[in-house]
């Protein structure tokens, strides 16, 4: 039950992607409303820690979930999908990954451009390994504002394919990340 089989995604995987949505989106209305703080706004030093900590924690998750994917892998795509759709959903969740590992590189350059490492909670540190001060922080601060909006507009067109599949195609591809345990005899819900 925990991992994936031919027809199923196992509940880690499915815990992994949902909780990982959950800190995405969260992740981003944090990172809009810290931006706009002013400097004797009471959350103006605690928001940017709580973003660090999240970020820190989200690259763990997407590390565990990148190697799970290795030692379960996800369940083969339904027989009706045309090879379009397949070769389009392939590339959809490598470009999802490739986004989310882009922004989480660019935030940490961010918080370690001067030299000093990431407290995650006071749990954990992670040390700062480049260091460039201002140009880093800024072009790494201009390149994580354009990969967080387009992380969240792709992933947005993700979850509509998802909605497109369950109300329009009628199949069972949400129900499979949802949880739910389909006899796939025939794959199509009808």
């Known amino acids: 039950m925990w991992r994936n089989s031919k027809q199923h995604f196992g509940r880690l995987?499915?815990?992994?992607?949902?909780?990982?949505?959950?800190?995405?989106?969260?992740?981003?209305?944090?990172?809009?409303?810290?931006?706009?703080?002013g400097y004797y706004d009471g959350w103006y030093h605690s928001a940017p820690e709580i973003?660090?900590?999240?970020?820190?924690?989200?690259?763990?998750?997407?590390?565990?979930?990148?190697?799970?994917?290795?030692?379960?892998?996800?369940p083969a795509p339904l027989s009706h999908y045309s090879p379009l759709i397949r070769r389009s959903a392939?590339?959809?969740?490598?470009?999802?990954?490739?986004?989310?590992?882009?922004?989480?590189?660019s935030g940490?350059?961010?918080?370690?451009?001067?030299g000093k490492p990431i407290?995650?909670?006071?749990?954990?540190?992670?040390?700062?390994?480049?260091?460039?001060?201002g140009?880093?922080?800024d072009l790494a601060g201009d390149l994580h504002l354009w990969l967080a909006w387009g992380l969240v507009l792709f992933s947005a067109l993700h979850a509509?394919?998802?909605?497109?599949?369950?109300?329009?195609?009628?199949?069972?591809?949400?129900?499979?990340?949802l949880g739910y345990r389909i006899p796939l005899t025939s794959e199509k819900e009808k």
């Open 51 to 74: 973003h660090k900590g999240i970020g820190i924690l989200l690259f763990a998750t997407l590390m565990l979930r990148l190697a799970w994917r290795f030692i379960s892998p996800p």
């Open 108 to 114: 940490y350059l961010i918080s370690t451009a001067d």
């Open 160 to 177: 509509l394919a998802a909605l497109k599949h369950h109300f329009v195609d009628r199949d069972v591809t949400l129900k499979r990340m």
């Open 13 to 37: 995987s499915i815990m992994l992607h949902w909780l990982m949505a959950l800190a995405i989106y969260a992740m981003f209305a944090l990172g809009l409303w810290m931006v706009g703080l």
């Open 135 to 137: 140009e880093q922080a």
């Open 90 to 105: 392939r590339a959809a969740h490598g470009l999802l990954y490739g986004l989310l590992l882009l922004l989480l590189i």
């Open 119 to 133: 407290s995650v909670f006071g749990w954990f540190e992670v040390p700062a390994v480049f260091s460039g001060a």
